[in-house]
């Protein structure tokens, strides 16, 4: 008789709960007509309760399926963001997919299965679990990115991301196979102790494993020099599916590149520091100096991101406890702030599908008002001005640097925030004080779930600046 | 020494019976030459064709519903050869394991896949 393994299907709840919803929906949209409304409710629901399951177990750390799967407040926390965004993308695209002629059922299940691999992904502790997860959300995005089958510009998207994305897994699964060859476990505990007190630190073997790793997750995060993909692949994809590429998978990528870099090897965290300190820089400068000649609405948010992921990089590299939790508020921060300016650029979409220029925005300050201010506060968020919580997220991630005395990193890093308001004050100033070119009017179209999206994206964007507290004190478990 | 005559004998063997093969077609074998003969062997393929050609997209579809449950199989040998051994625990395992192929296949028969025309 060979022993059945030990099996904790309640630490893996909130994946099972949503691979059940996801061929769920899978299953009922060959059995309704055109209308998918019905697949959206079900998909939310789905979410809701993947994220409460989540709870089921604790904040302990609980190791389970021989090491290889843990439940902490790292993984919980990145659960709800994860099922917050996911939600949001769902709700975004109802208005948006039903005037894009987009009635793929398959759309929404995709989504969760893609949110499957996040957050097995936030909560692997081994090197296979991570490839798994990161393999399930790339090969979930890549179909999501050619969602419009039709369009030439989301057909380039989805096989410029599948090419390149394939090669960087490659990169990715050779350094975790160089890896364990130094080390000779998979385990991120055991690899961890394996370097604490062996020889093995200096092992070419390993640092090019490490050099493979940085270039893999590299490219999954969108940082520089691996980023020239983002720009095309977010113009390309549908736009909810931008936003949603942009928050969920991302985060759950620097998830395991935290675990990995972070719990695996801060033994040898002498080699990386400074890879990593060269890498955040000039993602930095590149995705906000890029920005600023940018004039697709679109594009722009894509450099955007791409600064972004420099300065995520920095809570990494603080390697302490506080940059864990900068770098768990700050995601959540992003997915509030990054939705809300992907919600107004959907509805301020032309009807062709097109997404506006900046010089579209002009005027548009006085004819739609709310909206205006929506965008305003969305983009002030992304620059990281006070009240809102991009400026509390950024704080937190320089301040954990300096604590770790990282004083050029987090200079360079205060100086590409003053150079990002360049081109977030740029469609501010459009907005309030350009007149319209031509008599081109804008027509917002309006859709309620479209609304709600806009709605708690407000709401996350100022509670989290103004109240940041109970959400710090939760990543600080 | 001694353990290695066996292996060379199997060396021996092989070598003589693939050579042997070789040489005995080109001494007995009937000799005609003609054109098409003479062209390098493809799988029935023309060698100078248009690269024109269009395949239907069906015998991808095909092809990849036939890794799908090949993979299946894959898993179900293994599983049947320890299936006492495994006791309960493998039997829902696999269950569960067919079950979501089973999902995979409803899906791909109401969507059409299996139909060729």
């Given at each position: 008789?060979?022993?059945?393994?030990?099996?904790?299907?309640v630490?893996?709840?909130?994946?099972?709960?949503?691979?059940?919803?996801?061929?769920?929906?899978?299953?009922?949209?060959?059995?309704?007509?055109?209308?998918?409304?019905?697949?959206?409710?079900?998909?939310?629901?789905?979410?809701?309760?993947?994220?409460?399951?989540s709870?089921?177990k604790?904040?302990?750390?609980?190791?389970?399926?021989?090491?290889?799967?843990v439940?902490?407040?790292?993984?919980?926390?990145?659960?709800?963001?994860f099922?917050?965004?996911?939600?949001?993308?769902?709700?975004?695209?109802?208005?948006?997919n039903?005037?894009?002629?987009?009635?793929?059922?398959?759309?929404y299940s995709?989504?969760?299965?893609?949110?499957?691999?996040?957050?097995?992904?936030?909560?692997?502790?081994?090197?296979i679990?991570?490839?798994?997860?990161?393999?399930?959300?790339?090969?979930?995005?890549?179909?999501?990115a050619?969602?419009?089958?039709?369009?030439?510009?989301?057909?380039?998207?989805?096989?410029?991301?599948f090419?390149?994305?394939?090669?960087?897994?490659g990169?990715?699964?050779?350094?975790?196979?160089?890896?364990?060859?130094?080390?000779?476990?998979?385990?991120?505990?055991?690899?961890?102790?394996?370097?604490?007190?062996?020889?093995?630190?200096t092992?070419?073997?390993?640092?090019?494993?490490?050099?493979?790793?940085?270039?893999?997750?590299?490219?999954?995060?969108?940082?520089?020099?691996?980023h020239?993909?983002?720009?095309?692949?977010?113009?390309g994809?549908?736009?909810?599916?931008?936003?949603?590429?942009?928050?969920?998978?991302?985060?759950?990528?620097?998830?395991?590149?935290?675990?990995?870099?972070?719990?695996?090897?801060?033994?040898?965290?002498?080699?990386?520091d400074?890879?990593?300190?060269i890498?955040?820089?000039?993602?930095?400068?590149?995705?906000?100096?890029?920005?600023?000649?940018?004039?697709?609405?679109?594009?722009?948010?894509?450099?955007?991101?791409i600064?972004?992921?420099g300065?995520?990089?920095?809570?990494?590299?603080?390697?302490?406890?506080?940059?864990?939790?900068?770098?768990?508020?700050?995601m959540?921060?992003?997915?509030?702030?990054s939705?809300?300016?992907?919600?107004?650029?959907?509805?301020?979409?032309?009807?062709?599908?097109?997404?506006?220029?900046?010089?579209d925005?002009?005027?548009?300050?006085?004819?739609?008002?709310?909206?205006?201010?929506?965008?305003?506060?969305?983009?002030?968020?992304?620059?990281?001005?006070?009240?809102?919580?991009?400026?509390?997220?950024?704080?937190?991630?320089?301040?954990a640097?300096?604590?770790?005395?990282?004083?050029?990193?987090?200079?360079?890093?205060?100086?590409?925030?003053?150079?990002?308001?360049?081109?977030?004050l740029?469609?501010?100033?459009?907005?309030?004080?350009?007149?319209?070119?031509?008599?081109?009017?804008?027509q917002?179209?309006?859709?309620?779930?479209?609304?709600?999206?806009?709605?708690?994206?407000?709401?996350?964007?100022?509670e989290?600046?103004?109240f940041?507290?109970?959400?710090?004190?939760?990543?600080?478990? | 020494?001694?353990?290695?005559?066996?292996a060379?004998?199997?060396?021996?063997?092989?070598?003589?019976?693939?050579?042997g093969?070789?040489?005995?077609?080109?001494?007995?074998?009937?000799?005609?030459?003609?054109?098409?003969?003479?062209?390098?062997?493809?799988?029935?393929?023309?060698?100078?064709?248009?690269?024109h050609q269009?395949?239907?997209?069906?015998?991808?579809?095909?092809a990849?519903?036939?890794?799908?449950?090949?993979?299946?199989?894959v898993?179900?040998?293994?599983?049947?050869?320890?299936?006492?051994?495994?006791?309960?625990?493998?039997f829902?395992?696999?269950?569960?394991?067919?079950l979501?192929?089973?999902?995979?296949?409803l899906?791909?028969?109401?969507?059409?896949?299996?139909?060729?025309?």
């Amino acid at each position: 008789m060979i022993p059945a393994p030990i099996v904790d299907l309640v630490s893996l709840s909130p994946v099972i709960v949503l691979s059940l919803f996801a061929m769920g929906v899978l299953i009922l949209d060959l059995f309704i007509g055109k209308d998918k409304t019905v697949l959206v409710f079900l998909s939310l629901l789905g979410l809701f309760l993947a994220a409460v399951s989540s709870l089921a177990k604790g904040t302990g750390p609980i190791y389970s399926f021989s090491n290889s799967y843990v439940v902490d407040t790292f993984s919980i926390f990145l659960t709800f963001v994860f099922a917050i965004s996911s939600a949001l993308a769902i709700m975004l695209s109802v208005s948006y997919n039903k005037e894009q002629g987009i009635k793929i059922g398959e759309y929404y299940s995709i989504i969760l299965f893609c949110t499957v691999g996040m957050i097995v992904l936030a909560s692997s502790a081994d090197l296979i679990m991570i490839f798994l997860g990161i393999e399930i959300v790339s090969i979930s995005l890549y179909i999501l990115a050619g969602i419009r089958r039709t369009e030439k510009r989301s057909n380039e998207a989805a096989l410029k991301y599948f090419l390149l994305g394939a090669f960087a897994s490659g990169f990715l699964l050779y350094g975790m196979a160089l890896v364990y060859g130094a080390t000779g476990t998979t385990h991120l505990k055991d690899i961890a102790s394996v370097l604490a007190s062996s020889e093995f630190k200096t092992s070419p073997i390993l640092l090019m494993g490490v050099v493979l790793l940085v270039v893999g997750f590299g490219f999954k995060v969108a940082s520089v020099p691996f980023h020239m993909w983002a720009p095309d692949v977010y113009q390309g994809s549908a736009t909810p599916v931008t936003a949603f590429m942009s928050v969920g998978p991302k985060a759950a990528v620097f998830a395991a590149f935290f675990r990995i870099f972070v719990e695996g090897i801060p033994n040898i965290s002498d080699y990386w520091d400074t890879i990593l300190c060269i890498v955040a820089v000039i993602t930095m400068f590149v995705g906000n100096l890029g920005a600023i000649i940018q004039d697709n609405m679109k594009r722009l948010l894509a450099y955007s991101s791409i600064s972004h992921a420099g300065y995520i990089l920095v809570a990494l590299i603080a390697k302490n406890s506080l940059g864990m939790s900068s770098l768990l508020f700050y995601m959540l921060a992003y997915a509030f702030m990054s939705f809300g300016a992907f919600a107004i650029i959907i509805i301020l979409d032309k009807q062709n599908g097109d997404n506006l220029e900046v010089k579209d925005y002009a005027g548009l300050g006085f004819k739609h008002p709310v909206i205006a201010v929506c965008m305003s506060i969305f983009l002030l968020s992304l620059g990281g001005l006070p009240p809102f919580a991009g400026f509390v997220g950024k704080f937190y991630i320089f301040s954990a640097a300096v604590k770790e005395g990282y004083i050029t990193l987090v200079v360079l890093g205060v100086l590409n925030s003053a150079i990002s308001f360049y081109y977030y004050l740029r469609v501010i100033v459009y907005m309030y004080m350009k007149e319209p070119e031509g008599d081109y009017q804008v027509q917002p179209s309006l859709a309620p779930f479209s609304l709600l999206v806009i709605g708690i994206a407000v709401f996350g964007t100022i509670e989290l600046g103004i109240f940041p507290g109970p959400v710090i004190s939760w990543t600080m478990n | 020494m001694e353990q290695y005559i066996g292996a060379s004998l199997m060396l021996l063997f092989a070598t003589g019976i693939a050579g042997g093969m070789v040489l005995m077609t080109s001494l007995l074998g009937p000799k005609k030459s003609f054109a098409d003969k003479d062209e390098p062997f493809e799988c029935g393929e023309s060698q100078i064709v248009s690269p024109h050609q269009r395949f239907s997209v069906k015998f991808y579809l095909v092809a990849v519903l036939f890794i799908l449950f090949d993979i299946e199989a894959v898993f179900l040998f293994p599983w049947a050869i320890l299936f006492k051994k495994l006791g309960m625990f493998g039997f829902i395992e696999m269950f569960l394991f067919l079950l979501i192929l089973g999902v995979g296949l409803l899906y791909v028969w109401k969507k059409g896949g299996l139909d060729w025309e």
